[in-house]
């Protein structure tokens, strides 16, 4: 529905507020408007409908048949949307925030940690979001962002995890634990400049397979491949550290370049500092700033 259908929400607002007190100058009072204010916020709204929706006296409002008959729609609309704000904030903006972070870093690096998170904040309640492309469209709707991309690309108050270097990586029994990078089926997650072409340049070497490189969108298809034995990914520590640290994958090579992108934690504006920001960023700290990869 187009929004010229629908009438202005101060006007719906300031007649549901009259109707429910049969007085303009309660709904002023309710909605911290002036009387005046109440007055032509309905007449708009009568103007609008094309009927009149109360009955005017010297000291009574009186619903008209229409205005009797509008009103439930809109309490009714007014019930839903509280109930779809409920829904999105979790009924609390101090227990709950919205997150957003790459697909990756959520299934690899986050999810494993909600437990500890909701062991120190069992009343905190996340809201994940993890958009692929394009993050900068979602990221006003997040109170905080974890972002993984090139250090001179992110804001001023952006705060940087410790930087990750690169590496291929692959199921314990793969190709029966003697890789060959000639026949390996070769995965990797496409727009990242840590990938398999980067890291033979780094070791000197020219990389003769590039037309070869399967590619996804995200890590979290590579690096699940190279789970179920499908091949090597090139990954890098953030997202592998506790998979082989747990025997899941291996690194069978020990050449680790320092990765160019890295993570980043983009912190909530001074006005959005809940209880909920305030936990969750002082968790992060302690969970991941002071966390050191081994070269």
Known sequence: MSSTNLPPLNWL???ESAARHLSFTQAAGELNLTQSAISQHVRS??????????IRRTRAL??????????PTVREAFDLLAQGTQAMTGGDRGKSLILQCNMAFS???????????????PWLRLNIVTPIWDPERHAEHAAIEIRFGRPAEMSNNAIPLPRD?????????YQSGKIDLNTAALMDCSGIMGNWEAWYKSRG???HRANEVNLSSTY??????????????MAHDTLTTDLIANGQLVRPFNHTPELPEAY???????????PATRAFMSWLRAEFLHRRFDD
């Not at 709204?45 to 109360?54: A, M, V, Y």
């Open 62 to 71: 009186i619903l008209t048949e229409a205005g009797a008959n509008y009103l």
């Open 220 to 233: 979290s298809v590579s690096i699940s491949a190279a789970l179920a034995g499908g091949g090597l990914a």
């Open 205 to 207: 070497q020219s990389f």
């Open 107 to 121: 299934v690899f690096c986050l999810a494993p940690r909600l437990k500890k998170l909701h062991a120190a904040h």
């Open 165 to 173: 270097r690169f590496f291929p990586v692959c199921h314990p029994d």
């Open 45 to 54: 709204l009568e103007g609008f409908l094309g009927r009149e929706l109360f």
């Open 13 to 15: 607002r300031a007649f």
């Open 264 to 274: 980043h934690i983009l912190p909530p504006a001074s006005h959005a500092d809940t």
